[in-house]
């Protein structure tokens, strides 16, 4: 069975450009929360989607983020405009119920120059 | 709130010599305790948990960890370090209603040397 699968790997954007993230989480799993680690410092929780509703986006740091999930599959998280201090590991976790093990997906290394 | 600090950014070792990597965390509500691993070029996976019960917790490759609640800790330990376990290593909490809201510590590059 797959894992969590993140696109893509790496991107290198310029400041003030769009990027967009992809999560596909393992089938079935209802729960899709974002992460991200900033500057080698702690790993952050951004949000948590249950199917396509947020249930908890606490974290999303400003309005140049925008999570989506679609359909309560795969997840996307765009930025727009990108700024300097957005690089970083986007992590995305997914589990079947959110009392359950989540699993992490490889993460998506985004630079802004 | 909570936060959770390791106290070592990075930990040389020989290869077979023991290890010890320090959690303490603060919180204001009852909280889950976790450890999870990065190897280079991997995703975050999970070494072991705490949820209730006995302190002493047995994780995957022969890591454990001590759960302290008078210290508010959760050390992790290995008796004999392998090149393999060559990784980064992450402390989180969560608060106990809700169970995969993760708060991380700024994690611990453990370095094996031959």
């Known amino acids: 069975e797959a894992g969590v699968t993140q696109f893509p790997s790496h991107s290198v954007i310029e400041k003030g450009q769009t990027v967009t993230l992809r999560c596909d989480p393992i089938?079935?799993?209802?729960?899709l929360y974002w992460y991200r680690r900033v500057m080698g410092k702690e790993i952050k929780f951004l949000l948590h989607f249950v199917k396509e509703s947020k249930q908890d986006e606490s974290g999303m740091p400003n309005n140049r983020f925008l999570a989506e999930r679609t359909g309560g599959t795969y997840s996307t998280l765009k930025v727009q405009p990108a700024e300097l201090e957005d690089s970083g590991v986007y992590f995305c976790?997914?589990?079947?119920?959110?009392?359950?093990?989540?699993?992490f997906g490889q993460g998506t290394r985004l630079t802004v120059v | 709130a909570q936060s959770v600090t390791q106290l070592d950014s990075q930990v040389p070792v020989f290869e077979e010599a023991p290890v010890e990597l320090r959690c303490n965390y603060s919180s204001s509500v009852s909280v889950y305790l976790f450890w999870y691993v990065q190897y280079p070029n991997q995703g975050l996976q999970l070494l072991l948990k705490?949820?209730?019960?006995?302190?002493l917790v047995k994780g995957i490759n022969g890591f454990e960890a001590e759960f302290n609640k008078s210290q508010t800790s959760f050390h992790l330990r290995k008796p004999s370090v392998h090149i393999s376990d060559t990784a980064e290593y992450f402390c989180?909490?969560?608060?106990?209603?809700?169970?995969?809201?993760?708060?991380f510590g700024s994690g611990t590059k453990l370095n094996v040397k031959p």
């Open positions: 089938s079935g799993h209802d729960n």
């Open positions: 705490y949820l209730s019960g006995s302190t």
């Open positions: 976790a997914s589990s079947e119920q959110a009392n359950t093990e989540a699993f």
């Open positions: 989180a909490v969560s608060p106990t209603y809700n169970f995969n809201k993760f708060y």
